[in-house]
């Protein structure tokens, strides 16, 4: 199975944006610069992100992204399934009921096993990854990567997250439904 390349980006945008202090925002063209991605399909990702509720996105001069909500409450499933969708990887064609030896459909009463198995994997990993919180790969970062990755990225965050002024906020929360 190959995922897109998007869920990676989606991941490290997310990880980015939870050393965001308070209701700060980072925009999404810096967070492009910051993994060398294109701006345009960067904010594609962010788009279904804050469509899956995973992100916020903040209008505005000060405006940008942040998490819609905590770190601990964002799985990288979710993560996952905002990006490549909700269907299963591996999706059976049943081919065993097409071409030259294609017997009459009664004979294919039994589940394809392939299938089975497949769909066995796909709850297996689809499991590992809801297990696995946001804040879980953050703090194995902060704990384990080069101290000198966990400083740049830090510092990279603190120079260019936009603070977010309670005047903006109190703007903002009116135009939500």
Known sequence: MKLGDGVEAAIHCAAMLAGVDGDGTLPGNVMAVAFGLSPSYLLKHLKALTGARIL??????????????????????????????????????????????ALDPSAYVKPCGINVAMLKAERAYRAALAETRLS??????????????????????????????????????????
């Open 136 to 177: 879980d790969i953050v703090a194995d970062f902060n704990a384990t990567a080069d101290q000198r990755i966990v400083a740049a990225s830090c510092a990279f965050v603190a120079l260019n997250q936009r603070p977010q002024n309670s005047k903006q906020r109190l703007i903002n929360e009116r135009k939500m439904p």
């Open 56 to 101: 916020e996105s903040v209008p505005g001069p000060n405006g940008g992204y942040r998490l819609a909500r905590a770190a601990e409450k964002i799985t990288l499933l979710d993560i996952v399934l905002a990006i490549e969708g909700r269907e299963p990887a591996f999706r059976c064609g049943e081919i065993r009921q097409k071409g030259s030896y």
